[in-house]
């Protein structure tokens, strides 16, 4: 079965950094586009950044300058570095990515668990 799984939530302080990753785990035969989403109290589940598989990039207006997504297809992981953060950056951070388990299976979407980030003094 695979999963996707995140790290590297916490608490931080205004202007600091976090690096969250989101590993693969189980029989993947392939990944295509993988991407960082957030969904802070209250609001709507949003697109934050996303890398695809040949690494071209795209960046949330938000968070531009200050995020950077990456990847490593060897590891079938996701990285996304957030420098200079701001309390509006506070939200459960999920990974999505689409996979395919197999050469013959369909593109699937996975979700990670997702992950608390929360920046406050």
């Known amino acids: 079965q695979v999963q996707f799984v995140e790290s590297g939530g916490g608490l931080v302080q205004p202007g600091g950094s976090l690096r969250l990753s989101c590993a693969a785990s189980?029989?993947?035969?392939?990944?295509?586009?993988m991407g960082w989403y957030r969904q802070a109290p209250g609001k709507e589940r949003e697109l934050v950044a996303s890398?695809?598989?040949?690494?071209?990039?795209y960046y949330a207006d938000s968070v531009k300058g200050r995020f950077t997504i990456s990847r490593d297809n060897a590891k079938n992981t996701v990285h996304l570095q957030m420098n200079s953060l701001k309390s509006e950056d506070t939200a459960v951070y999920y990974c999505n990515t689409g996979a395919k388990s197999t050469p013959a299976s369909g593109i699937r979407i996975y979700w990670g668990q997702g992950t608390q980030v929360t920046v406050s003094s």
């Open positions: 189980g029989s993947i035969f392939s990944i295509l586009a």
């Open positions: 890398i695809s598989s040949s690494g071209g990039t």
